[in-house]
């Protein structure tokens, strides 16, 4: 069973005249997953996962990727920026936030013309075990201090600023998302 999950959406609305010649990109990452953890692979066979064995099976599946950390905070800075995470000192959930001096995949689409939305655990924000960036960036010299991080300081992380147009952010028990159900 998976513990944590990050399900990362990129759709392509088509915003521009080559519209119909843009493919749709669809991207899902997950935390926390082994190879035997899709039923495509089929490792064990108590593992139904039927919808996503159906996109693999009808669409691509990459059979050859590999995250570059193993906590999901800096893998999932390392598949959104393209690079390792090492190079912008984020290769612990401590050494968060994802500096704003990144780049994201959803820049680099919303740049190309694309609509794009992400979906799920974002977690590259300033957070509680955010030590070091609070003591920089506020002056903070207890670590009890960082549940404290103003909002405003937050949001520049969230994925609205890191080249999202809709977004359904969340973990645990607190969501931040942009559109309703009924698609408003």
């Known amino acids: 069973m998976l513990k944590y999950a990050l399900i990362l959406l990129l759709l ?3 915003c521009s005249a080559n519209a119909a010649n843009k493919p749709n990109v669809i991207v899902i990452f997950t935390d926390d997953q082994g190879y035997a953890d899709l039923g495509i692979n089929r490792q064990v066979r108590d593992v139904k996962t039927p919808n996503l064995d159906r996109m693999a099976h ?3 599946l990459c059979t050859a990727g590999y995250v570059t950390a193993p906590q999901c905070s800096p893998s999932r800075a390392g598949m959104l920026t393209g690079r390792y995470q090492q190079r912008f000192n984020f290769d612990r959930i401590s050494k968060g936030p994802l500096p704003l001096s990144e780049r994201t995949l959803g820049d680099h689409m919303r740049n190309a013309g694309y609509s ?3 979906v799920g655990k974002w977690h590259l924000e300033p957070n509680i075990s955010t030590y070091k960036w609070a003591e920089e960036e506020l002056g903070y010299t207890d670590r009890s201090q960082t549940s404290q991080i103003p909002f405003e300081k937050i949001l520049p ?3 609205q600023n ?3 147009d809709e977004y359904f952010k969340g973990e645990l ?3 931040w998302i942009n559109y309703g159900l ?3």
């Open 12 to 14: 392509s609305v088509g």
């Open 58 to 60: 009808d669409g691509v």
């Open 116 to 118: 794009t939305g992400f």
């Open 157 to 159: 992380y969230y994925p």
């Open 162 to 164: 890191r080249g999202f």
């Open 173 to 175: 028990s607190r969501y």
């Open 182 to 184: 009924d698609g408003e």
